[in-house]
C-alpha cells in the first residue's frame, strides 16, 4: 500500500519501510509522528482526495534531525570592480522512517501530528500568556507616600 503525502510545501510517494528527507519538524529522534495531510491512498483500491482523504494518515519515526549539503551562491556585484560575495547555506532537514500506511481509522491512533517547527513557535506565541503578578511596592516610595499622607 502507498500514499502520496504532503508536507513542508512538497509531496512525497511513501509506502512502509521508506527513508525520507523532509523539512525540520517540530519532534526528537525516535519520536514516533503521524502524517495528516494524505492526497492519495494506494494499493489495491485507489482513493483521491478532494483535496485531502478523509480518515487517512501515515505513520513515521523521526531518525535524526540533520543539515543538508551546502550550497554555495557566488554574486559578482559590480563589473570593473572586484566586489564578489560568497554565501553559503545548509537546510535543516529532519530523517523519518516509515513505519504504517493507514487508508482509515487516522484519528483514533493517539500519535502526534507532524508539524513544522514554524508551526510550534505560532502555536506557542499563540497560547495564552501567564498572568504577571503585580511587582510588589517599592519600600521607599511607600515611607515617603505614608510621611506626605500625614502632613
Given at each position: 500500500?502507498?500514499?502520496?503525502?504532503?508536507?513542508?510545501?512538497?509531496?512525497?510517494?511513501?509506502?512502509?519501510?521508506?527513508?525520507?528527507?523532509?523539512?525540520?519538524?517540530?519532534?526528537n529522534a525516535g519520536d514516533k509522528i503521524q502524517?495528516?495531510?494524505?492526497?492519495?491512498?494506494?494499493?489495491?483500491?485507489?482513493?483521491?482526495?478532494?483535496?485531502?482523504v478523509a480518515g487517512a494518515a501515515v505513520q513515521?519515526?523521526?531518525?535524526?534531525?540533520?543539515?543538508?549539503?551546502?550550497?554555495?551562491?557566488?554574486?559578482?556585484?559590480?563589473?570593473?570592480?572586484?566586489?564578489?560575495?560568497?554565501?553559503?547555506?545548509?537546510?535543516?532537514?529532519?530523517?523519518?522512517?516509515?513505519?504504517?500506511?493507514?487508508?482509515?481509522?487516522?484519528?483514533?491512533?493517539?500519535?502526534?501530528?507532524?508539524?513544522?517547527?514554524?508551526?510550534?513557535?505560532?502555536?506557542?506565541?499563540?497560547?495564552?500568556?501567564?498572568?504577571?503578578?503585580?511587582?510588589?511596592?517599592?519600600?521607599?516610595?511607600?515611607?515617603?507616600?505614608?510621611?506626605?499622607?500625614?502632613?
Amino acid at each position: 500500500m502507498f500514499a502520496v503525502l504532503k508536507t513542508g510545501g512538497k509531496q512525497y510517494k511513501v509506502q512502509a519501510g521508506d527513508v525520507l528527507r523532509i523539512e525540520k519538524l517540530a519532534a526528537n529522534a525516535g519520536d514516533k509522528i503521524q502524517f495528516n495531510d494524505i492526497l492519495m491512498v494506494g494499493g489495491d483500491t485507489v482513493t483521491v482526495g478532494a483535496p485531502m482523504v478523509a480518515g487517512a494518515a501515515v505513520q513515521a519515526e523521526v531518525i535524526a534531525q540533520i543539515k543538508g549539503e551546502k550550497t554555495i551562491h557566488f554574486v559578482k556585484r559590480r563589473r570593473k570592480h572586484s566586489s564578489q560575495r560568497t554565501k553559503g547555506h545548509r537546510q535543516h532537514l529532519t530523517l523519518v522512517r516509515v513505519t504504517e500506511v493507514l487508508a482509515s481509522g487516522a484519528d483514533a491512533t493517539g500519535v502526534t501530528a507532524a508539524t513544522g517547527t514554524a508551526d510550534a513557535r505560532r502555536t506557542a506565541h499563540n497560547a495564552a500568556a501567564p498572568a504577571v503578578a503585580e511587582a510588589p511596592a517599592k519600600p521607599k516610595r511607600a515611607a515617603k507616600a505614608a510621611v506626605a499622607a500625614q502632613e
